[in-house]
């Protein structure tokens, strides 16, 4: 697993926030207190807010839907598998946005 994460999930949310934080869009760092993951993210203009894994991904997916990008979070427990079957199910929405355009051309 990539250091410094704990499960595949938080990897994937991790490089994903990552993306976010290279565009200008967000700042973030994560934690592992206790039992799970925190992220602590700022978004332009705003105050640092601290997030779990579940509530990360949802301002992840909500980033994603406003760029018109195609990501989706590891559905739980989150491990390899999760994440394996994931990345298939992203590259074929891909693959269909991609033909749907080719299709309106």
Known sequence: MKHPYRIARQAHLGDFLDELQTAGLIAWVWSYPGSSGEYTITENGKQPRLY?????ELLA???????ATVWFPVPHPGGR???TETQKRM???RHEIAHASADDE
Do not use: I, K, V
Request: no cysteine.
């Open 52 to 56: 779990g894994t579940r509530e990360a």
């Open 61 to 67: 997916e909500r980033y994603a839907a406003r760029a």
């Open 81 to 83: 598998d999760q994440l």
């Open 91 to 93: 590259e074929a929405a």
